[in-house]
């Protein structure tokens, strides 16, 4: 190879993994990586972002939709403190994602140069890796080690330290060539236990989570499930991993988006994680299966050795990613590879688990009462499910207003909700966005609440910029809707420091040339609606559920 600088070494490398978008805030101290993107800019698109939280957000949704790695880039000192929180993200969702961060030159590390940190020690808890590249020569080695450590066993975030000397620096070193994921797939004798598990129980439960699933997966789930008669729960934010129209489809655990589904999980006499961990979110701090012995049998299912057992000790644990197993237990259906649990098909046990979904999927489907009080937000969903596409990609970051699509959009097709576990607001509109970059064909829709929305609001200059159309909602409550909840059950009458003084939401996003509307009644939100999809670019609808106090 001949001679070239190492930062454009590092674009090398980005290509030779397949990147075609990217994501910055452009920063003096990985110039030289700016300059190789300029050469590959038919190749990659680069996206400008107006915040690195932003960035790192977009390329955690990236991650997150596709399954390989979103690429962000950013300066070092404020640059990396402020993409920190994409990164946390990533890696409490398992998304596969490397974070490259400019760094002081090697012959001045160690004496608090000018936005100097040492990223080993501040990233360490928050990604699955952390690299400095110290020589010119091992950028190729340690790039493709950077994306084959976030897509191997669980998926998560990398960080990469970039020294600006060793960009500056040429070097012959070949590029490495991509190397396929390590994935692990379930034994034979495994994989007959599990069923055996399942054909022995009477109220079993399975539920889906985690990163690593593709559409064929979520498809194989579904037929599992469905011609065995079992019920299937989702984790938070992961209810386009079945498609809810599924008669196995029960609904989906933590947030009380299913109101009586954790109850019911008491009654199981044995629930199945395929995929997830599962988070604290989903099994409401562990209050649902208690730790370290729950009192139902388990079954745990992940891709990485290290989770299982961890905080729960399964009765049997398998070492194999979501889509390789629930392929296998598809694979079982009408075969004799099912072996007993063929036999068992037909027999009472199976009738009395057939009767144990029904009773489920009849709490799911329930037609839920209009809220006492406040805003009833199932009308404006039944018009938003009504006049956009079934493969909408919805998103949303955190706040009361997320219980909106979660508990009333059906999500039919995978993947097609971008949400967060990490309770970070900010993630809905960066994540559309990206989405829509991804798949500029589908809609895109994102939620957030007036606090939300804030956290990342100068992202609607970027999807001006790049012409995406995302539709962002706007749940304007004039609070912090979940925290003033919390502040009300346990301080009654005590309001303090969670009352919002909001700009003129529509103004607002004028002023970055996109369409708005404000809205007050699902009669106003469907004419804004229709509106909205006639203009090119971005739109946000806002809906006023609370005045300002």
Not at 239 to 247: F, G, K, V
């Amino acid at each position: 190879m001949s001679h070239r600088l190492g930062g454009h070494v590092v674009v090398e490398q980005l290509l030779q993994h397949g990147t075609d978008l990217a994501f910055c805030v452009p920063g003096e101290s990985y110039l030289a990586v700016l300059d190789g993107l300029y050469d590959a800019r038919d190749r990659i698109r680069l996206i400008t972002n107006r915040h690195e939280g932003g960035a790192a957000i977009m390329a955690a949704a990236y991650g997150k939709l596709t399954g390989r790695p979103g690429v962000c880039l950013v300066t070092r000192g404020p640059g990396a403190t402020n993409a920190s929180i994409g990164v946390h993200m990533a890696h409490q969702d398992a998304s596969p994602m490397v974070l490259f961060v400019g760094q002081v030159g090697t012959d001045q590390a160690g004496r608090r140069t000018f936005q100097e940190v040492d990223y080993r020690a501040m990233f360490a808890p928050l990604a699955k890796a952390v690299l400095q590249i110290d020589r010119a020569d091992r950028v190729p080695e340690l790039v493709a080690r950077a994306f084959h450590t976030a897509v191997s066993g669980e998926p998560g975030p990398v960080v990469v330290a970039l020294p600006d000397d060793v960009l500056m620096h040429s070097t012959d070193a070949p590029v490495v060539p991509a190397a396929p994921p390590v994935a692990a797939a379930p034994a034979p004798a495994d994989l007959a236990r599990f069923l055996a598990e399942l054909d022995a129980a009477a109220r079993p439960l399975l539920v889906a989570g985690g990163s690593g699933w593709t559409p064929e997966g979520t498809e194989a789930l579904r037929r599992f499930a469905e011609a065995r008669g079992l019920p299937v729960a989702t984790a938070v934010r992961h209810q386009d991993l079945i498609d809810n129209r599924s008669p196995s489809y029960v609904g989906t655990l933590g947030l009380n988006t299913t109101p009586g589904l954790a109850e019911r999980v008491g009654q199981a006499d044995l629930v199945a994680l395929i995929g997830t961990r599962p988070d604290a979110l989903t099994v409401e701090n562990h209050s649902l299966l208690s730790a370290p012995h729950p009192a139902q049998r388990l079954l745990h299912v992940h891709p990485s050795p290290d989770v299982l057992n961890q905080v729960y000790r399964a009765d049997l644990a398998i070492v194999s990613g979501p889509t390789a197993f629930a392929t296998a237990l598809a694979d079982t259906v009408g075969s004799a590879r099912a072996g007993v649990s063929a036999e068992a098909a037909g027999s009472p046990a199976a009738s009395g688990r057939s009767a144990w979904t029904r009773e489920l999927r009849a709490l799911f489907t329930r037609e839920r009462p209009a809220p006492a009080s406040g805003v009833d937000p199932a009308p404006y969903l039944r018009i938003l499910q009504e006049r956009l596409p079934a493969d909408t990609i919805i998103t949303a970051g955190a706040g009361a207003y997320t219980a909106w699509p979660q508990r009333h959009w059906s999500f039919t097709r995978y993947p097609s909700q971008l949400g967060t576990q990490s309770g970070a607001m900010g993630y809905g509109l960066p994540a559309a966005i990206a989405a829509k970059l991804v798949h500029p064909e589908r809609a895109a829709v994102a939620f957030a609440g007036d606090g939300c929305l804030l956290m990342t609001g100068q992202e609607l200059a970027t999807a001006a910029r790049y012409k995406t159309d995302v539709l962002i909602i706007v749940v304007n409550n004039s609070s912090y809707g979940t925290i003033r909840q919390h502040q009300e059950a346990r301080f009654p009458g005590r309001v303090s420091g969670t009352d919002l003084h909001n700009p003129d939401f529509v103004g607002y996003a004028c002023s970055f040339g996109a369409h708005a509307a404000r809205t007050r009644t699902p009669e106003e939100f469907e004419q804004a609606l229709k509106e909205a999809r006639t203009h090119p670019g971005p739109a946000l609808i806002e809906i006023v559920t609370a005045e300002p106090a």
